[in-house]
């Protein structure tokens, strides 16, 4: 008698990917558009991102950041899901 294991491997999702990786999702219009606001909390944003290593998808801080983007009309509400959508092997770190 012979018995079949089956092993099911758990797919981590990915939620931690590359600055780069990070404003490759940013379209050209919402790029100019932190760059040339003088919003000073949006140039905080943009420099804090830009002096960090990684991006958490899931950091508590970017995602206040991002609906302050919102806010100030850089950013549409219906692309959240959009920039915050799981990575890929190409994005990570």
């Known amino acids: 008698m012979s018995t079949v294991i089956q092993v099911h491997q758990v797919i981590q999702p990915i939620r931690v990917i590359s600055v780069g990786s990070f404003r490759r999702r940013l379209s050209l219009t919402e790029k100019v558009a932190i760059q040339v606001s003088g919003d000073p909390v949006v140039q905080v944003l943009n420099a804090d991102l830009l002096a960090s290593s990684f991006v958490d998808l899931d950091f508590p801080e970017l995602i206040e950041g991002l ?27």
């Open 67 to 93: 609906n302050y983007l919102v806010s100030v009309g850089i950013l549409e509400a219906e692309r959240l899901p959009e920039v915050l959508k799981d990575g890929t092997q190409d994005e990570l770190v």
